[in-house]
């Protein structure tokens, strides 16, 4: 029978932490983040299709700075979801399953969500 | 396929993914083609047939793919069965009246 005292290392200042580690563990921090958003986004949506004051109002608290900053914050949470998600459906798919490989696209989502999250924030300013 | 063997839950995670993903795809494409000016044209947008029923479909989908996947993080860090139990009880009552006020959202809007 197997030991019932197994081993535990949680020491998060000594694990390393590969690149495709990170995303990984970025892709569940990104998700349970965005899920947190959705009654501040639920609301967004109701005021601005209330009514012609409600748009304005909502429009207004995104081009708000503060507004600003979250948007830009919560595009990076949905982006880095969005592309390390993929990633994930296509190593399940047998893509990118060699060391470098995975090295590779996990590089590749994360700078996409990077860039594409300052893309769509630019293109909102 | 077991209910209790995850794969259901592992399928219908990569399932509401892909039409999530889509759908945020086409979402944002079609906001930045065609950014909506005022009130009325964002109303428009959301109460064309199409786009309405492929945003309910969404949020359906979305809330799903938000509960397995915080199911998912629940059974992995809480070890209490009483704790864990309480816990996906309050997410699935809290996702279930998400769902309800997406809809309602929606359905205001088609009325209006």
């Given amino acids: 029978m197997a030991s019932q005292v197994r081993p535990v290392f949680l020491d998060l200042t000594k694990i390393r932490l590969p690149v495709n580690a990170l995303v990984s563990i970025l892709h569940r921090i990104t998700g349970v983040l965005l899920i947190v958003s959705i009654p501040l986004v639920f609301w967004l949506f109701q005021r601005s299709l209330a009514g012609p004051e409600g748009f304005e109002q909502a429009v207004g608290l995104l081009r708000h700075p503060l507004g600003l900053l979250l948007l830009l914050g919560w595009l990076w949470l949905l982006m880095h979801h969005f592309f390390v998600g993929i990633r994930f459906l296509l190593v399940e798919l047998g893509v990118g399953e060699t060391r470098k490989g995975g090295r590779d696209t996990a590089w590749s989502a994360l700078i996409a969500g990077i860039v594409a999250a300052i893309l769509l924030w630019v293109m909102f300013l | ?112």
Wanted: glycine share 4%; aromatic share 12%; net charge positive.
């Fill in chain 2, 1 to 112: 396929m077991s209910v209790l063997s995850g794969q259901r839950a592992w399928l219908l995670q990569r399932i509401t993914a892909v039409y999530a993903g889509l759908y945020v795809f086409l979402a944002v494409a079609l906001l930045l083609a065609r950014p909506p000016a005022d009130h009325a044209a964002w109303l428009g947008l959301i109460a064309h047939p199409v786009v309405w029923l492929a945003t309910a479909t969404f949020i359906v989908l979305m809330l799903l793919h938000a509960w397995i996947g915080l199911r998912d993080v629940i059974l992995d860090y809480v070890r209490s069965f009483v704790v864990r139990l309480t816990a996906l009880a309050t997410v699935a009552i809290v996702f279930l009246m998400l769902g309800l006020w997406a809809l309602w959202i929606l359905i205001e809007a088609a009325l209006r």
